[in-house]
C-alpha cells in the first residue's frame, strides 16, 4: 500500500488540506503530492510535495501524473454552491473540465483509481426532504448541484463503458476548525464556532428552523479514505453514495453552543443562500454505503461542538 503514488487536486480548499495531511500520515509524505492553481494551507506545501496546476488544463494535469507516476487522483478543486451561483460558466467549467481530464487520464490507463466528491446539492426541492432515499428524484436547483448531478453520470458512465475505477460520496455541510468556510451554503454551521469564540454572538444568513445534514470533518476525511481503501467489489454505486452523520437546525446548534458559552446570542438575516438551503434534504439515509463498505459515523452535534469550540479558543 506504501508505494501507492497519490494526486490530489485542490488540496488547498476545506477538504483537501485535511484530506492531504490525513493522506501522508497514512501513505508517507513523499507519496502523496498536494497540487492547487495557488500556494494556500501552509500546512499543505511544507510536509511534502507541493505543484501548482490549474485543474482545467488537460496537459498540466497529465504531466503531473506522468512526473509522479501517479496512481490514486482525488480531484477536490470545485467553485461551491453559493460562490457559484455568482459565476455559473465558470463553475460549470472547472467543475465539469476537471472531471473530464481525470476520467479521461484513467480512461487511457494512466490513473488507476479517482475520488471524486458529489454533495447534496445533486438533490432539490422535489426530492423527498426527510430520509432522502440513495434512488429517489434529483432535480437541483444550483449550478453547484446541476454540475454534481451530471458529474454523477459521467462517473458511473465511465465506470460502465471503460471500467475507470471512480467512487464517490455525496458530502452533507462539513464542519472543520481547521480551515475557514469557502463559499457553501452549510458554511454557516462553520462560521457560528469562530464568531462564537470570537464576539459571543452570531447573525445566521439562513433562518432559524433550516434543517440541514451535516458531518464533522474528521468523519468526512475517515468516509474518503475508507471508500477509497475498500475492495472494488464492495462498490456497488458507481454514480454517488448518500452519506450521513446528523442533522440540525441554526436554532439548535446555537442551543448546544450556549450551554458551553455562557450569554451566546443568535440573530438572523435570511439572505440569497436560503433559498439555495430550502431546496435540500433536512435528513439523509445513507444505509447503501454503511452495508457496502461499512460506513459509521464517530460525532454527532454534542461531541462535535465540544472538540469545535475547545480547539478555536486555543
Known amino acids: 500500500m506504501n508505494d501507492t503514488k497519490i494526486l490530489i487536486i485542490g488540496a488547498c480548499g476545506q ?61 477536490m478543486a470545485a467553485l461551491l454552491s453559493a460562490t457559484a451561483e455568482k459565476n455559473p460558466a465558470f463553475a460549470w467549467d472547472l467543475n465539469m473540465n476537471s472531471l473530464f481530464h481525470v476520467l479521461n487520464l484513467a480512461k487511457e490507463g494512466k490513473i488507476k ?12 426541492p422535489t426530492t423527498p426532504k426527510h430520509d432522502t432515499p440513495q434512488y429517489t428524484v434529483m432535480e437541483p436547483s444550483t449550478v453547484y448541484g446541476i454540475s454534481k448531478q451530471a458529474g454523477e453520470r459521467w462517473c458511473e458512465y465511465y465506470f ?31 462560521d457560528i464556532y469562530y464568531k462564537a469564540v470570537s464576539d459571543n454572538k452570531y447573525t445566521c444568513f439562513l433562518s432559524e428552523n433550516t434543517e440541514l445534514p451535516m458531518m464533522y470533518m474528521d468523519d ?33 446548534i446555537a442551543a448546544v453552543i450556549a450551554k458551553e458559552k455562557t450569554g451566546f446570542e443568535i440573530s438572523y438575516e435570511p439572505d440569497f443562500r436560503q433559498a439555495i438551503a430550502d431546496s435540500w434534504p433536512s435528513s439523509i439515509n445513507d444505509s447503501e454505503a454503511r452495508k457496502d463498505w461499512n460506513w459509521q459515523h464517530d460525532y454527532d452535534l454534542e461531541s462535535m461542538t465540544k472538540v469545535m469550540l475547545q480547539n478555536l479558543s486555543k
Open 15 to 75: 477538504i483537501g488540506s485535511e484530506l492531504t495531511l490525513k493522506l501522508r500520515e497514512l501513505y508517507g509524505t513523499d507519496n502523496v503530492i498536494a497540487s492547487d492553481i495557488r500556494k494556500g494551507e501552509q500546512e499543505v506545501f511544507k510536509t511534502g510535495p507541493f505543484e501548482i496546476v490549474d485543474a482545467m488544463n488537460y496537459d498540466q494535469v497529465e504531466a503531473l501524473v506522468d512526473k509522479y507516476k501517479v496512481d490514486e487522483v482525488y480531484l
Open 113 to 124: 483509481k479517482i475520488f471524486w466528491p458529489s454533495s447534496i446539492a445533486v438533490f432539490g
Open 160 to 190: 460502465n463503458k471503460y471500467g475507470v475505477d471512480v467512487r464517490s460520496i455525496r458530502y452533507p455541510g462539513l464542519i472543520s476548525w481547521k480551515t475557514l468556510p469557502g463559499g457553501g451554503t452549510t458554511d454557516y454551521a462553520v
Open 220 to 252: 468526512a476525511i475517515r468516509a474518503t479514505v475508507g471508500i477509497m481503501q475498500a475492495d472494488k467489489e464492495k462498490i456497488k454505486i458507481r454514480s454517488s453514495y448518500n452519506l450521513s452523520a446528523m442533522s440540525f437546525t441554526p436554532k439548535e
